[in-house]
Protein backbone atom coordinates (compact mmCIF):
# COMPACT_ATOMS: atom_id res chain seq x y z
CA UNK A 1 0.00 0.00 0.00
CA UNK A 2 1.18 3.30 -0.71
CA UNK A 3 2.79 5.54 1.34
CA UNK A 4 0.64 8.44 0.45
CA UNK A 5 -2.73 6.74 1.20
CA UNK A 6 -4.33 8.17 4.34
CA UNK A 7 -7.95 6.76 3.62
CA UNK A 8 -8.39 3.29 3.65
CA UNK A 9 -11.31 1.81 2.01
CA UNK A 10 -12.08 -1.37 0.53
CA UNK A 11 -14.32 0.34 -2.02
CA UNK A 12 -14.25 3.87 -3.10
CA UNK A 13 -17.52 6.22 -2.87
CA UNK A 14 -18.42 9.61 -3.25
CA UNK A 15 -18.07 9.57 0.67
CA UNK A 16 -14.26 8.70 0.56
CA UNK A 17 -13.87 11.41 -2.24
CA UNK A 18 -15.40 14.40 0.34
CA UNK A 19 -13.06 12.36 3.20
CA UNK A 20 -9.72 12.72 1.00
CA UNK A 21 -10.37 16.37 0.18
CA UNK A 22 -10.19 16.74 4.06
CA UNK A 23 -7.32 15.36 4.81
CA UNK A 24 -5.37 16.57 1.28
CA UNK A 25 -5.13 13.14 0.40
CA UNK A 26 -4.62 13.85 -3.57
CA UNK A 27 -7.46 11.63 -5.62
CA UNK A 28 -6.03 9.55 -8.60
CA UNK A 29 -8.65 9.28 -11.58
CA UNK A 30 -8.33 7.02 -14.89
CA UNK A 31 -10.43 6.26 -17.94
CA UNK A 32 -11.38 2.33 -18.68
CA UNK A 33 -13.71 1.40 -21.59
CA UNK A 34 -13.14 -2.70 -21.38
CA UNK A 35 -12.77 -5.52 -18.46
CA UNK A 36 -9.19 -6.35 -19.22
CA UNK A 37 -7.29 -2.73 -18.63
CA UNK A 38 -9.94 -1.76 -15.97
CA UNK A 39 -9.15 -4.87 -13.95
CA UNK A 40 -5.24 -3.93 -14.16
CA UNK A 41 -5.80 -0.36 -13.28
CA UNK A 42 -8.06 -1.08 -10.42
CA UNK A 43 -5.68 -3.91 -9.23
CA UNK A 44 -3.24 -0.58 -9.45
CA UNK A 45 -5.24 0.89 -7.12
CA UNK A 46 -6.66 4.08 -8.64
CA UNK A 47 -9.58 5.47 -6.69
CA UNK A 48 -11.88 6.29 -9.68
CA UNK A 49 -12.31 4.61 -12.77
CA UNK A 50 -14.06 7.34 -15.50
CA UNK A 51 -16.02 5.60 -18.49
CA UNK A 52 -15.28 8.58 -20.50
CA UNK A 53 -16.89 9.49 -23.95
CA UNK A 54 -13.12 9.20 -24.92
CA UNK A 55 -14.30 6.03 -25.73
CA UNK A 56 -15.59 7.60 -29.12
CA UNK A 57 -12.09 8.66 -29.96
CA UNK A 58 -9.48 6.01 -28.68
CA UNK A 59 -11.99 3.07 -28.74
CA UNK A 60 -13.93 3.59 -31.95
CA UNK A 61 -11.79 6.08 -33.87
CA UNK A 62 -13.48 9.11 -34.20
CA UNK A 63 -12.59 12.46 -34.44
CA UNK A 64 -14.58 13.74 -31.52
CA UNK A 65 -16.75 12.55 -28.29
CA UNK A 66 -19.74 13.68 -30.00
CA UNK A 67 -20.67 10.38 -32.41
CA UNK A 68 -21.24 8.10 -29.19
CA UNK A 69 -24.12 6.54 -28.06
CA UNK A 70 -26.15 5.78 -25.17
CA UNK A 71 -26.17 1.93 -25.77
CA UNK A 72 -22.71 1.85 -26.58
CA UNK A 73 -21.40 4.30 -23.65
CA UNK A 74 -23.29 1.10 -21.77
CA UNK A 75 -21.46 -1.33 -23.29
CA UNK A 76 -18.18 -0.44 -21.83
CA UNK A 77 -19.36 0.68 -18.49
CA UNK A 78 -20.86 -2.55 -17.58
CA UNK A 79 -17.60 -4.39 -18.94
CA UNK A 80 -15.96 -1.91 -16.72
CA UNK A 81 -18.00 -2.78 -13.64
CA UNK A 82 -17.84 -6.10 -14.10
CA UNK A 83 -13.82 -6.04 -13.57
CA UNK A 84 -13.63 -3.57 -10.26
CA UNK A 85 -13.32 -4.23 -6.91
CA UNK A 86 -12.37 -0.94 -5.19
CA UNK A 87 -12.67 2.18 -7.62
CA UNK A 88 -15.93 4.10 -7.94
CA UNK A 89 -16.90 3.94 -11.28
CA UNK A 90 -18.31 7.28 -13.37
CA UNK A 91 -19.90 7.04 -16.44
CA UNK A 92 -20.07 10.11 -19.07
CA UNK A 93 -23.51 10.77 -20.66
CA UNK A 94 -23.03 11.23 -23.92
CA UNK A 95 -23.74 14.22 -26.47
CA UNK A 96 -27.25 14.43 -26.87
CA UNK A 97 -28.45 12.72 -23.94
CA UNK A 98 -29.28 15.53 -21.36
CA UNK A 99 -28.24 18.82 -22.50
CA UNK A 100 -31.97 20.97 -22.98
CA UNK A 101 -33.94 17.93 -21.46
CA UNK A 102 -33.76 17.36 -17.81
CA UNK A 103 -36.58 14.64 -18.62
CA UNK A 104 -34.24 13.05 -20.82
CA UNK A 105 -31.43 13.25 -19.00
CA UNK A 106 -33.11 11.71 -15.90
CA UNK A 107 -33.87 8.87 -18.52
CA UNK A 108 -30.56 8.43 -19.68
CA UNK A 109 -28.86 8.38 -15.87
CA UNK A 110 -31.41 5.97 -14.91
CA UNK A 111 -30.83 3.89 -17.95
CA UNK A 112 -27.05 3.94 -17.31
CA UNK A 113 -26.98 2.68 -13.76
CA UNK A 114 -29.48 0.22 -14.26
CA UNK A 115 -28.04 -1.48 -17.22
CA UNK A 116 -24.33 -1.08 -16.90
CA UNK A 117 -24.18 -1.08 -12.88
CA UNK A 118 -21.79 2.45 -13.01
CA UNK A 119 -21.83 4.00 -9.25
CA UNK A 120 -22.40 7.75 -10.37
CA UNK A 121 -22.47 10.08 -13.84
CA UNK A 122 -20.69 12.50 -15.24
CA UNK A 123 -22.41 15.51 -17.03
CA UNK A 124 -20.49 18.56 -19.25
CA UNK A 125 -21.17 21.78 -18.49
CA UNK A 126 -22.81 24.97 -16.27
CA UNK A 127 -25.36 26.90 -15.74
CA UNK A 128 -26.96 25.49 -18.92
CA UNK A 129 -27.21 22.14 -17.54
CA UNK A 130 -28.66 23.26 -13.77
CA UNK A 131 -32.20 21.99 -14.50
CA UNK A 132 -30.87 18.15 -15.86
CA UNK A 133 -28.47 17.96 -13.06
CA UNK A 134 -30.96 18.63 -10.39
CA UNK A 135 -33.38 16.03 -12.11
CA UNK A 136 -30.74 13.30 -12.48
CA UNK A 137 -29.93 14.27 -8.17
CA UNK A 138 -33.40 14.21 -7.36
CA UNK A 139 -33.43 10.22 -8.49
CA UNK A 140 -30.03 9.72 -6.26
CA UNK A 141 -27.91 9.32 -9.04
CA UNK A 142 -24.54 10.60 -7.62
CA UNK A 143 -23.45 13.83 -10.78
CA UNK A 144 -19.81 14.83 -10.78
CA UNK A 145 -19.80 18.32 -13.04
CA UNK A 146 -17.34 19.09 -15.90
CA UNK A 147 -16.05 22.64 -16.73
CA UNK A 148 -13.71 24.34 -18.74
CA UNK A 149 -12.83 22.50 -22.02
CA UNK A 150 -16.12 20.41 -22.41
CA UNK A 151 -14.97 18.70 -25.58
CA UNK A 152 -18.88 17.82 -26.72
CA UNK A 153 -19.11 21.47 -27.21
CA UNK A 154 -15.97 21.84 -29.34
CA UNK A 155 -17.88 22.97 -32.27
CA UNK A 156 -19.48 25.55 -30.57
CA UNK A 157 -15.31 26.45 -28.63
CA UNK A 158 -14.07 25.90 -32.56
CA UNK A 159 -10.78 24.45 -30.78
CA UNK A 160 -9.38 22.86 -28.11
CA UNK A 161 -7.04 25.56 -27.06
CA UNK A 162 -6.82 26.57 -23.40
CA UNK A 163 -10.21 28.00 -21.78
CA UNK A 164 -11.09 30.61 -19.16
CA UNK A 165 -7.84 32.34 -19.64
CA UNK A 166 -10.08 36.00 -20.13
CA UNK A 167 -11.62 37.37 -16.64
CA UNK A 168 -15.43 37.01 -17.75
CA UNK A 169 -14.69 32.81 -18.60
CA UNK A 170 -12.76 32.53 -15.69
CA UNK A 171 -15.55 34.60 -13.69
CA UNK A 172 -18.58 32.16 -15.13
CA UNK A 173 -16.32 29.22 -14.19
CA UNK A 174 -16.49 30.00 -10.94
CA UNK A 175 -19.73 30.38 -10.69
CA UNK A 176 -20.66 27.28 -12.44
CA UNK A 177 -18.08 25.59 -9.38
CA UNK A 178 -19.98 27.18 -6.87
CA UNK A 179 -23.57 26.14 -8.58
CA UNK A 180 -22.51 22.21 -9.24
CA UNK A 181 -21.38 22.61 -5.71
CA UNK A 182 -24.86 24.06 -4.10
CA UNK A 183 -27.06 21.55 -6.27
CA UNK A 184 -25.62 18.31 -4.31
CA UNK A 185 -22.66 17.20 -7.20
CA UNK A 186 -20.43 15.50 -5.67
CA UNK A 187 -16.88 16.71 -7.87
CA UNK A 188 -15.91 18.59 -10.77
CA UNK A 189 -13.41 17.63 -13.26
CA UNK A 190 -11.55 20.63 -14.56
CA UNK A 191 -10.27 20.54 -18.43
CA UNK A 192 -7.32 22.76 -19.30
CA UNK A 193 -7.68 25.96 -18.05
CA UNK A 194 -5.18 28.16 -16.22
CA UNK A 195 -3.26 26.19 -13.44
CA UNK A 196 -4.02 29.34 -10.70
CA UNK A 197 -7.87 29.05 -11.73
CA UNK A 198 -7.91 25.64 -10.73
CA UNK A 199 -6.38 26.56 -7.78
CA UNK A 200 -8.98 29.30 -6.97
CA UNK A 201 -11.77 26.51 -8.10
CA UNK A 202 -10.53 24.30 -5.01
CA UNK A 203 -10.20 26.56 -2.77
CA UNK A 204 -13.95 27.99 -3.72
CA UNK A 205 -15.75 24.56 -3.37
CA UNK A 206 -15.54 21.75 -0.25
CA UNK A 207 -16.43 19.35 -3.52
CA UNK A 208 -13.23 17.54 -4.77
CA UNK A 209 -11.75 19.04 -7.72
CA UNK A 210 -9.84 16.78 -10.08
CA UNK A 211 -7.79 17.76 -13.07
CA UNK A 212 -6.89 17.32 -16.31
CA UNK A 213 -5.11 20.16 -17.91
CA UNK A 214 -6.32 21.77 -14.43
CA UNK A 215 -2.94 22.36 -12.59
CA UNK A 216 -1.07 21.36 -9.39
CA UNK A 217 -3.50 22.69 -7.08
CA UNK A 218 -6.60 20.73 -7.35
CA UNK A 219 -7.33 18.05 -5.06
CA UNK A 220 -6.72 14.87 -7.40
CA UNK A 221 -5.92 14.42 -11.58
CA UNK A 222 -7.11 12.57 -14.57
CA UNK A 223 -5.46 11.08 -17.32
CA UNK A 224 -7.15 8.96 -20.70
CA UNK A 225 -5.04 6.29 -19.90
CA UNK A 226 -4.44 5.36 -24.00
CA UNK A 227 -2.70 8.01 -23.35
CA UNK A 228 -0.83 7.69 -20.41
CA UNK A 229 0.29 4.31 -21.47
CA UNK A 230 1.75 5.88 -24.94
CA UNK A 231 -0.89 4.04 -26.84
CA UNK A 232 -1.97 6.84 -28.72
CA UNK A 233 1.04 8.69 -30.41
CA UNK A 234 -1.03 11.58 -32.09
CA UNK A 235 -1.78 13.32 -28.92
CA UNK A 236 0.89 15.70 -27.12
CA UNK A 237 -0.98 18.08 -25.05
CA UNK A 238 1.21 19.51 -22.21
CA UNK A 239 -0.72 18.23 -19.42
CA UNK A 240 -0.16 14.83 -20.80
CA UNK A 241 2.70 12.73 -18.88
CA UNK A 242 3.42 9.23 -20.62
CA UNK A 243 4.58 6.28 -18.80
CA UNK A 244 5.14 4.14 -21.30
CA UNK A 245 5.24 3.85 -24.80
CA UNK A 246 2.78 1.46 -25.58
CA UNK A 247 2.12 1.54 -28.99
CA UNK A 248 5.99 0.78 -30.04
CA UNK A 249 6.29 -2.01 -27.72
CA UNK A 250 3.24 -3.81 -29.07
CA UNK A 251 4.34 -3.28 -32.80
CA UNK A 252 7.38 -4.95 -31.18
CA UNK A 253 5.84 -7.35 -30.12
CA UNK A 254 3.45 -8.26 -32.90
CA UNK A 255 6.23 -7.87 -35.27
CA UNK A 256 8.34 -10.84 -33.52
CA UNK A 257 5.38 -12.85 -33.70
CA UNK A 258 4.78 -12.36 -37.29
CA UNK A 259 8.55 -13.15 -37.91
CA UNK A 260 8.45 -15.90 -35.60
CA UNK A 261 5.30 -17.54 -37.64
CA UNK A 262 6.71 -16.81 -40.97
CA UNK A 263 10.21 -18.33 -39.91
CA UNK A 264 8.73 -21.53 -38.45
CA UNK A 265 10.12 -20.74 -35.38
CA UNK A 266 6.76 -20.51 -33.50
CA UNK A 267 5.63 -22.99 -32.50
CA UNK A 268 8.50 -24.78 -31.12
CA UNK A 269 8.16 -28.55 -29.41
CA UNK A 270 7.07 -27.38 -26.25
CA UNK A 271 4.18 -25.29 -27.57
CA UNK A 272 2.74 -28.31 -29.12
CA UNK A 273 0.47 -31.09 -28.17
O1 LIG B 1 -14.11 11.37 -21.58
C1 LIG B 1 -13.10 11.59 -20.93
O2 LIG B 1 -12.10 10.87 -21.00
C2 LIG B 1 -13.10 12.73 -20.02
C3 LIG B 1 -11.79 13.12 -19.41
C4 LIG B 1 -11.04 13.93 -20.39
C5 LIG B 1 -11.96 13.80 -18.12
O3 LIG B 1 -14.10 13.35 -19.81
Same mark, same amino acid.
Given at each position: ?? =???? %? ?11 ? @? ?15 ? &? ?9 ? $? %? ?20 ? !?? @? ?5 ? $? ?31 ? @? ?10 EGG?EI????? *? +????? =? ?5 ? #??T ?11 ? *???? *?????? &? ?29 ? &? +? ?5 ? %??? #??? +???? $? ?17 ? *??? &? ?8 ? =???? %?? !? ?13
Amino acid at each position: MS =VHRK %IQTKRVTTNTLLA @MKEVGEKISMLTAYDYS &LAKIVDAAGVD $V %ILVGDSASNVMAGHETTLPITL !DQ @MIYHASS $VVKAVKRALVVVDLPFGSYQGDSKKALSSAVQI @MKESGGHAIKMEGGKEIKDSIE *R +VLSAG =VPVMGHL #GLTPQSIYKFGTYAV *RAKK *RDEAEQ &LLKDAKMLEKTGCFGIVLEKIPAELGKKVAE &L +VSIPVIG %IGG #GGH +VDGQ $VLVLHDMLGITVDFSPRFL *RRY &LNLFEDIKGA =VGSY %IE !DVKSGDFPNEKEQY
